[in-house]
């Protein structure tokens, strides 16, 4: 006998669990879809050419490599190298800005741990232009993040935001070249390493001087106002100064998109560690849980398909890791007992042997909306109702010899237990106005 087992890094979700996922995706499609983005479904297999075009270093040790007679194949790794694919090779049937939403699965073999997957679910949009890209597409961004977030439930996050020109040239006035990579990727990690450690990396590891890392370590850590931080630098090097204009535009517009005050903050020490992110970027953090990291993070890239196409296709995406994101939300009790999360609405149990009106009824009763099981199984009525009743099902119907005599159902209210018989069309007409008032009721996913 083989043992079953499900592979680290792999997460399955019981009934239950999967209704919760299936409703956070139905609300993003419904938020993203609201913003005007499309629908996008490309393969989970691509050559592998394509996919590791962007590659190299640990990313290329993280891909799936697979082989199949010729063809070198990969899984994806990410969402943004097959739309780097897709809009090269339907450039002429796509209208830009083209704006499209993808969720799906993508696979990275790292090592599996508390919160990371090797299998995992991403929600991805991206605003892709045709040579250029309006800045105003980079200020709508935290307005969707907002809207997306709290559709599934999220009120306590805040969105950082800054802009990696502002920091590219803040480096250059500093006269850093040469480890401006590296300083960038270092003062990333500030939040989780902290000023004395970050001051270790830029002196040791990337040769800074003592009086370069104390200025960086200043401009990024100060308790002022950004902008007046900012301001301080202003005029002195092309490259700042475009950041800082394209920030406050930003800033300027962010509240016109609805994200109150109290939901984003301009983090000057934010950079992302991705080298393609060219303008803004965004990391979105839950404000009771900041040991868990960004759920949401994303920025502005200047060339997205440059692998593919000597066009320029500039633009501005963000990622929302799915299975990890559910992952805090269950480790953390935060999904609601209360959510309408019954696979079906009404269970009938037949009391004759000749199944014909039941299923007759059960085939009237989803014609009005209604989600409907038949219980065939010969067992005894009390495991029937019992089976009802550990599925939350939350209406048994009752048909045997008498109510079909008399065109009429018995329904049982699982919640209370009240028991009423009438005909078939008035009960499923209040059924359906109960199922629906307690949808209502119980819509919320988190508490």
Known sequence: MIKPRTLSGFMELLPPEQVYFDEIIKRLRESFAAYGFTALDTPLMEAAEILLAKGGGETEKQIYLLSKGDNDL????????????YVTLYYNDLTFPFRRFEIGKVYRGE??????????????IDIIGDGSLDILNEAEIPGIIYSALRAIGLEKFVIHINNRKVLSGFFEILGIVEAATGTMRAVDKLSKIGAGKLSEILTLDLSLSQSQADEIIAFTTSADNPFTILEKYKGKNATFDKGLEELSLLQKHIKD??????HYKIDISLARGLDYYTGTVYETYLTDYPEV?????????????????????????ISIGLSRLFYILQEQGLLCDDFYSTPADVLIIPMTDDLSDAIKLATSMRESG????????????KVKVSYADRLKIPYVVFLGEDEISKAMITVKDMATGEQTTASAGMLITGICDKIKEGKKTNEKILI
């Not at 090592?111 to 991805?124: N, P, S, T, V």
């Not at 998109?257 to 109290?262: A, E, K, N, S, Y």
């Not at 209604?370 to 009525?381: A, G, H, P, S």
């Open 257 to 262: 998109f609805g994200v109150p005050d109290t």
């Open 293 to 317: 990291g960004s759920v949401c993070g994303g920025g502005r890239y200047d060339n997205l398909a440059g692998c593919f196409t000597d066009r320029k296709m500039p633009g501005v995406g």
């Open 111 to 124: 090592r599996a741990q508390r919160g990371r997957f090797r299998e995992f679910y991403q929600a991805d």
């Open 74 to 85: 990969a899984l994806r790794y990410e969402l943004t190298a097959s739309l780097a694919k």
């Open 370 to 381: 209604l989600r409907v099981q038949i219980y065939t199984e010969n067992k005894k009525f």
